[in-house]
């Protein structure tokens, strides 16, 4: 045990005990201290003179004494030099707003480098009432303060990693119901704020159509520990419209019930609508592959069997004699004639499609486009009485090449008179709205329907006519199918005998 030492720290005078030496003669205080893994530190604040106990200096790998009692020495060559400012910031704390004096730094130790200590201390006043020394404690937190600046780390990678991937976390617990979002979730969601939500109000933010998966999900994860991962669409908080990945992983008890659910929310939007797109793509290059071997058999076949009677005609015309007969084989000639530039005019309006795909598209007006193709039926439209509703108010403007625009309002106007109803008068709406990002027209008619069973698949073949009609020539939709997929878009139909078809075009 150290002898008395009669430093001269705060108002102590060189010759009179100092808290040095009261510490070291008190001998129960002195082993109970010691034998804790604390050490006693005090300094002068006018002279900067200190004392280190014993078992600071132990802490920091040094005898007692080997330190050299003053303060600025302490600063200088023990504290890290990047840890001095914050030091005199809490000092300065400490005697101005009396904040307590409780810091983390490092020291230089004699044979280990650079350790973490928790330091406390306090100012005390001298005889006269100014604030004259500090004494105070230090503690090794070295291997506490890594395992949580390690922590720290993890914690930061795991976020940025998490806002890379715009991934978040939730849980919610089984019995209440209730749903905690991590701060990624809540971005994701668009939320402003923290809050817990109950089970039907996280429900709601899914769009109808997948409220209903995820409900059956978190179910069974609830009733059969099942995990699930799905992909969903939600609203956000600010109405925008994504695509999200979630996983849930029932937490178990030793009874073997689910108490708890977590899992995560990915945004997976971006990724998500591509691939969408390349699947998209991928189909309608299969359809052009297909249609493109059927327009070849279409132009063998038809040019084939045009050539072929015409030549037979010929033959007949040359073997014939009497001028009646030549009369009536000429008019067939000409009839096959006729039909064959029919033929070749339909298959030239086919090839006209590709090679117009790369016009320059243009941001058209729907009702600039639908009024125009409604004049040019000006006649038909008043000969049947029919009427025609529009609703472009949700997607005015479409940016789109012209000339297929107004070919799809006039071939989708034509069919609706040509196929209507001999019962009733011609009923015909045409809209438009946004949905993912995408521009789509509905056309809708009140007209004869189509049975979608026996000709859904032929529907949009070319020469495929469904209807007794002298007037139809089967062209029509399958140009207005190629129009629309040969910019990206597709056509779908919903139809039913005697009451109706409408049309659903995503036209890009």
Request: aromatic share 10%.
């Amino acid at each position: 045990m150290p002898d008395k030492i009669y430093t001269n720290i705060g108002d102590n005078q060189v010759g009179f005990d100092t808290l040095a030496d009261h510490y070291l003669i008190n001998k129960p205080l002195y082993k109970l201290i010691e034998s804790t893994n604390t050490g006693i530190w005090e300094r002068s604040i006018t002279t900067n003179d200190a004392w280190w106990s014993p078992k600071f200096c132990e802490l920091l790998g040094y005898n007692y004494g080997e330190i050299e009692t003053n303060y600025l020495f302490f600063l200088n060559k023990i504290v890290h030099p990047n840890d001095v400012e914050m030091i005199y910031t809490a000092f300065q704390s400490h005697l101005k707003n009396q904040t307590p004096y409780k810091i983390e730094y490092r020291l230089l130790t004699k044979n280990q480098g650079y350790r973490w200590f928790e330091v406390s201390g306090k100012a005390w006043p001298d005889h006269t009432g100014q604030l004259a020394r500090m004494i105070g404690a230090i503690v090794d937190i070295d291997a506490k303060k890594h395992i949580e600046i390690n922590l720290r780390r993890s914690e930061f990678l795991l976020r940025e990693n998490n806002k890379i991937a715009h991934i978040g976390g939730w849980e919610m617990d089984v019995e209440t119901r209730e749903i905690f979002f991590s701060k990624e979730v809540n971005e994701i969601f668009e939320l402003d704020s923290d809050r817990i939500f109950d089970l039907p109000t996280a429900i709601n933010f899914f769009e109808p159509g997948y409220r209903e998966l995820i409900v059956e999900a978190i179910d069974n994860a609830i009733e059969h520990c099942k995990a699930y991962d799905l992909e969903l669409i939600l609203k956000t908080a600010k109405d925008n419209i994504i695509w999200v990945r979630t996983k849930g992983v029932p937490v178990v008890d030793e009874h073997g019930h689910c108490v708890t659910l977590r899992g995560i929310f990915q945004n997976i939007n971006d990724t998500k609508i591509k691939e969408l797109d390349l699947h998209n793509s991928l189909n309608l290059l299969s359809d052009q592959n297909k249609r493109l071997q059927n327009f070849a058999h279409i132009v063998s076949h038809n040019l084939r069997s045009h050539t072929g009677n015409l030549q037979f005609m010929v033959n007949l015309f040359e073997e014939v004699t009497a001028p009646a007969d030549q009369k009536e084989v000429f008019n067939n000639i000409r009839s096959i004639s006729e039909s064959l530039a029919n033929t070749i005019d339909h298959l030239n309006q086919i090839v006209k499609i590709q090679t117009e795909i790369n016009n320059e598209k243009k941001e058209l007006y729907f009702k600039d486009f639908f009024n125009n193709s409604l004049n040019a039926i000006e006649n038909n439209i008043a000969e049947t009485g029919a009427t025609v509703n529009v609703d472009f108010s949700a997607c005015p403007v479409v940016n789109y090449v012209p000339a297929y625009l107004e070919s799809i309002f006039l071939n989708l106007l034509t069919n609706a008179l040509k196929y209507r109803h001999p019962d009733r008068k011609p009923q015909i709406s045409c809209k438009t709205y946004l949905e993912l990002g995408h521009t789509y027209l509905t056309f809708a008619d009140n007209g004869l329907g189509i049975d979608l069973k026996k000709h859904g698949d032929k529907l949009f073949g070319m020469y495929k006519t469904f209807h007794k009609n002298a007037n139809a020539k089967g062209i029509g939709l399958f140009i207005t199918r190629n129009q629309v997929e040969s910019l990206g878009g597709t056509i779908k139909v919903e139809s039913t005998v005697n009451v109706g078809t409408t049309f659903i075009i995503k036209l890009i």
